[in-house]
Each structure stands twice: as C-alpha cells, then as structure tokens.
Antibody
Framework: EVQLVQSGVEMKKPGESLKISCQTSGYRFASYWIGWVRQMPGKGLEWMAM????????RYSPSFRGQVTISADKSLNTAYLQWNSLKASDTAMYYC?????????????WGQGTLVIVSS | EIVMTQSPATLSVSPGETATLSCRAS??????LAWYQQKTGQAPRLLIYGASTRATGIPTRFSGSGSGSEFTLTISSLQSDDFAVYYC??????????FGQGTKLEIK
C-alpha cells in the first residue's frame, strides 16, 4: 500500500528556517517523481515543485523558484521542502504527492498535509 | 504558463441529480488533464486522469470528457459524499503543472 506521511504542524516566526518532510512507503521511491503543492488558507491548490529522487532532478514553478528548496533522501524514502527565511505569506498547508508514472503525469497519492504557520 | 479556468465557482445541485463542472485551458493540453476531489480538512484525491480515465476505486458515476482546451467532469446521481471542491490540473507542459481555481459543489 502506497503511503505518504508528512511531518507535523509547524509554528515559526518570520525569518526562521524550516524543513518539512514526506516519508513514503509501498513503492520504489527512487523511480517516481514526487512533488509539493501549496494551499493557502481558504484558497486553491498551487503546484510548487517536483523532484526525481533517482537522480535529484528538480523542476520548480517560476512562482516558487528561489523561495523554497526541494530535496530527497533515497536511503530514507523521504522528500523534503525547505525555506531559509520564512515570511508570513508562507502560512499554508503543504502537501506532498507522488506522480503517477513519468514526469508528465498527475499526482496519484497524496500525503495528509503539513500546516505551516508563520507569525510573529 | 498555462492558465486553467474552472466554472462555475460554486455549483448548487440536489442529491440524486447530475452535476456538470467545466475546465478550460489557455492553450491546448491534448488530454493531459486530471480532476481531483478535496473534502474539507482532507488532502485532494485523484478522480480522473487522461481527461476521461477513472482512477482506481473511483465510482462510475464520475466521468470526464474533453480534449484540447475544453474539459468536463460529470457526476451523476449525486450522493451526499460527493459535495466537495473539485480541481482540474493540466500536466501537459511544465513548469508548473497548473491547477484550476476550483469549483465548490454544494447541496441545493
């Protein structure tokens, strides 16, 4: 059974750094793209970035390039999303999701989401 | 960037009836279109991919159609569990694989 389990709620201050995780199981982690999706409070879904854990190839949305960093650890079957300096506008739910097959495919399995709250 | 536009923003339908949701792409995406359902407090769930193929375990009352730039999600015999927000997503050209803004399907 494919599962994506995300790290818990984070409460941070502006300017702080953060790294959230998405631990996967039930499939060959290195062989499928995995991505991150943002959902701001009361808003829709925004595609942020994807990574292919097999060779760490990454793709970023222009809206998020330079704002976040996506990474993966094949030994832990885990993907990460990190910020160097959080802003209040980063407050959102963040979902990781596995890509169905190749890079040009939808997300077929999703994590439960990590809520990030950035407030002074 | 390909812009995805969904309509209507909110759709009110009675249980047992049929709901028709629309999604338009700003340029052709052939059939690289997915539909997701998101219930309050939950992660999205893949319903349809390839514009018309149901994902594993999705009931047959959910159907997708369209190609190019115009797509439709039809939900027949609406059940109480179907009232949620629905998003379309194109995965034809990245980055990003953009989502529509969502259609909220509510009980009439």
């Amino acid at each position: 059974e494919v599962q994506l389990v995300q790290s818990g709620v984070e409460m941070k201050k502006p300017g702080e750094s953060l790294k959230i995780s998405c631990q996967t199981s039930g499939y060959r982690f290195a062989s499928y793209w995995i991505g991150w999706v943002r959902q701001m409070p009361g808003k829709g879904l925004e595609w942020m970035a994807m990574i292919f854990p097999g060779d760490s190839d990454t793709r970023y949305s222009p809206s998020f390039r330079g704002q976040v960093t996506i990474s993966a650890d094949k030994s832990l079957n885990t993907a990460y999303l990190q910020w160097n300096s959080l802003k209040a506008s980063d407050t959102a739910m963040y979902y990781c999701a596995k890509v169905q097959e190749g890079y040009s495919d939808p997300f077929d399995f999703w994590g439960q989401g990590t809520l990030v709250i950035v407030s002074s | 960037e390909i812009v995805m536009t969904q309509s209507p923003a909110t759709l009110s339908v009675s249980p047992g009836e049929t709901a028709t949701l629309s999604c338009r792409a700003s340029q052709s995406i052939t059939n690289n279109l997915a539909w997701y359902q998101q219930k309050t407090g939950q992660a999205p769930r893949l319903l349809i991919y390839g514009a018309s193929t149901r994902a594993t375990g999705i009931p047959t009352r959910f159907s997708g159609s369209g190609s190019g730039s115009e797509f439709t999600l039809t939900i027949s015999s609406l059940q109480s569990d179907d009232f949620a927000v629905y998003y379309c997503q194109q995965y034809n050209r990245w980055p990003p694989y953009s989502f529509g803004q969502g259609t909220k399907l509510e009980i009439k």
